[in-house]
């Protein structure tokens, strides 16, 4: 009897399959061989920098292998993608990915998909940000509240301008969010980055910006800033006078910074399972929990898959207001 030629091939494609698969097993069983580069899109010093730092110390400890930081600044963090996107998926290199940088995706789809470009591993960090107004500024001297901030806007024709890091930020994507729910007008003021944008707002050039709460938190203090509302969903322990948006009215306004874990697309699982759980156990530890909340983040573990479905439904929603605002890039 001859041999059936689709079995032969059938059979071919299993021990194909199956060789892939030990060999896959094979480098779990001896990774790390060698230092892991932890990419970073943002320069050093920023909140992402620094909670890879703490990550990094703590998984070169546990791994016995460095982890060496690479800062990739640049293009909302999309330069240090590229960077991941010409790695080996080998679990010697990883990245830490945010939200705007995922938001991209809405930008320039054919550079950057992070569905298939990148292999989630965890999400690490929550952080908040709070719409703050310069009260020196005299057109915001009596804005206490979001619904006195939004009837200046609506009293203003040509629309009420406001600060952010540049175009498709999460500060831009929630005052662009928070106009489609009011039916306000907004003048965005794109700056390249935060600090020159808060360098502004402190000087009075611009009155009003939706700041990540690390650079904010200090003027709020001081009171060159006064903090209007935070976008997440209660209120936070850093500023618990300081009501929530839905509180005041402006409700589906939701928007929470994050960060966390990828690696290059078709990292095998056990590499991405040993690292989102080395993950775990480090979140746990009250020493990183102290350091995280020091660097103005919040820890807030979800595994591989969990993390995956979270940047999904995020890239969703925020896709939605690109798309409804009609966002264009710069």
Known sequence: MANNPS???????????????????????????????????????????VVARVIGNELARRLGQPVVIEN???????????????????????????VPTVNFF??????????????????????YNVLVVNPAVAEFADVHTLPQLIAKAKANSTGINYA?????????????????????????VSYKGAAPAMTDLLGGQIGVM???????????????????????????????????????????????PWGGLVAPARTPPAIVDRVSSEIRAILETPEVRDKLRQAGVVPAYKPAADFGRFMAAESAAWGKVIAERGIKPE
């Open 106 to 127: 809405h930008f320039y789809g054919k550079k950057f998909d992070y569905q298939k470009d990148v292999e989630p591993v965890a999400e690490i960090y929550d952080q």
């Open 164 to 188: 952010s890091s540049g175009v498709g930020s999460l500060g831009h994507l929630t005052m662009e969010r928070i106009a489609g729910a009011t039916g306000i007008r907004w003048q965005h």
């Open 7 to 49: 079995r032969r091939t059938v059979a071919a494609a299993l021990l194909a399959g199956l060789c892939g698969l030990l060999s896959a097993a094979a480098a779990a069983q001896n990774w790390p061989a060698r230092p892991i580069t932890l990419l970073v899109g943002f320069p050093a010093g920023g909140t992402t920098d």
């Open 72 to 98: 990739r600044a640049g293009a909302v963090g999309t330069i240090a993608v590229s960077a991941l996107q010409a790695a080996a998926p080998d679990g010697h290199t990883l990245m830490m990915l945010v």
């Open 210 to 256: 939706y700041a990540d709460s690390q650079t904010a938190l200090p003027h709020i203090r001081s009171g060159k800033l006064r903090a209007i509302a935070v976008s997440s969903e209660g209120r936070q322990a850093d500023l618990p006078q300081v009501p929530t948006m839905a509180e005041q009215g402006v409700s589906g306004v939701v928007a929470v």
